[in-house]
């Protein structure tokens, strides 16, 4: 006996219920189930981000990033307002420290203008002081449209909206799909709350996204592994050293966008987040350990080849993950009155990267369709922010 839905969305992330959202609104009297494994939604990567709406200056002119976020980030704000969800477009500026870091700082400015970012411009070490008065570099931009958000916030009010519109559909929590059968006219899933069946479903599996799709027969060029990222907060007595969003000039090489302050929608403070390999894909102690992930990642030679080609990077990563010391060091770069009293450690994420066979990470989002099935393979940052334009890419493909 199976359940019958219309569509079926798997993962209850915030690119999964974006997706379900959207779906809904283009089909109000077709039926939606979304299958979420944990007992809630957002329990991994969009509950455990930064809480940043990005602006879009990173990201490669032309790229889906590039052309999704700052689409995704008006949609994502006007949804917050409509829905009273917790946000703030508070602004942010990115702080170089040293001259060596100048043409990076210029070259991400150049992208900024190339991608249309709002009210982008260059501030001076004065200029940098009025903003943030703790902070000192010799040179930032001042990103306006960068803000913060309750993401898990954002995903229950997805629930709200999508069971208003139409009452048949419905969330079921505690569901882990354990089987996959694509048929010419639907498919069937296994899962641990019984059998469901639907014309199309949509997976967003997040840190479990190549596990589903093998799943599914789906052939793959890529490896989810997994890079935890650990935050410290400012204790509240130097919780005023910072007003709003201060990130340090990237590393072009990585994807990461280096430890950075982030002023939270409940008015905390948060540094970080550094990036590490993790033993465990969804484990978020520094000795967690799961001997499947470890084996997958490690067998992997995609992984062996990043490990190979910025090891140094590797090591540097992780000594900072066992030194607050060390981790401190590296935020008195923008901040040097900061000391290792002003923080406290906090929680921590853990970030699905797929690494492709020749060890390279892959930095851009990547869709898949198998029959009437679609899979979103990789969705890194920023999915979050961009998350209702990629969802309407997604349904195009419907």
């Not at 569901?175 to 997976?203: R, W």
């Not at 935050?231 to 990461?256: D, G, Q, R, T």
């Not at 990547?366 to 990629?390: D, F, G, Q, Y």
């Amino acid at each position: 006996m199976f359940n019958k839905y219309d569509f079926i969305v798997v993962g209850g992330g915030i690119v999964g219920l974006a997706s379900a959202y959207k779906l809904q609104l283009k089909f109000p009297k077709k039926s939606i189930a979304i299958l979420e494994k944990e007992n809630e939604v957002g329990k991994h990567q969009t509950g455990r981000n930064s809480g940043v709406m990005h602006s879009g200056i990173y990201y490669k002119p032309g790229s889906y990033k590039a052309k999704n976020c700052k689409n995704g980030h008006q949609q994502l704000v006007e949804f917050a307002k409509k829905t009273n969800v917790k946000h703030d477009v508070c602004g942010k500026i990115i702080v170089a420290t040293t001259s060596q870091e100048l043409p990076i700082l210029e070259d991400v400015y150049r992208r900024g203008v190339k991608n249309e970012t709002e009210g982008i411009c260059f501030l001076n070490a004065d200029e940098i002081t009025q903003k943030e008065p703790y902070i000192k570099g010799i040179k930032a931009i001042w990103v306006p449209t960068a803000g913060i958000i309750d993401y898990v916030g954002v995903c229950n009010s997805f629930v709200k909206e999508i069971t208003k519109i139409n009452l048949k559909s419905k969330l079921f929590s505690s569901c882990e799909v354990i089987g996959i059968n694509s048929l010419n006219n639907g498919t069937e899933l296994k899962t641990t709350k019984g059998n469901f069946s639907a014309d199309q479903v949509l997976f967003c599996g997040g840190l479990q996204s190549d596990r589903i799709a093998q799943k599914d027969d789906l052939k793959l060029d890529l490896r989810i592994v997994g890079f935890r990222g650990d935050y410290y907060e400012l204790k509240s007595e130097a919780s005023h050293k910072i007003k709003n969003l201060v990130y340090p000039v990237p590393n072009p090489k990585f994807p990461f966008l280096g430890v950075h302050f982030t002023r939270m929608v409940d008015g905390s403070i948060e540094c970080g987040p550094n990036a590490v390999f993790t033993f465990k894909r969804e484990g978020y102690q520094k000795n967690s350990f799961n001997l499947k992930d470890t084996l997958e990642a490690l067998t992997f030679k995609g992984t062996w080849k990043l490990f190979g080609r910025h090891w140094r990077k590797g090591i540097d990563e992780y000594k900072r993950a066992f030194s607050k010391h060390l981790f401190v060091k590296e935020l008195q770069k923008m901040m040097p009155s900061l000391t290792v009293e002003d923080v406290q450690p906090t929680r921590s994420g853990v970030r699905a990267q797929a690494i492709d066979f020749n060890g390279n990470m892959v930095d851009d989002f990547k869709i898949e369709k198998k029959n009437n099935n679609i899979h979103v393979i990789n969705a890194p940052s920023p999915a979050a922010t961009a998350c209702l334009a990629i969802a309407d890419e997604i349904i195009d493909k419907i």
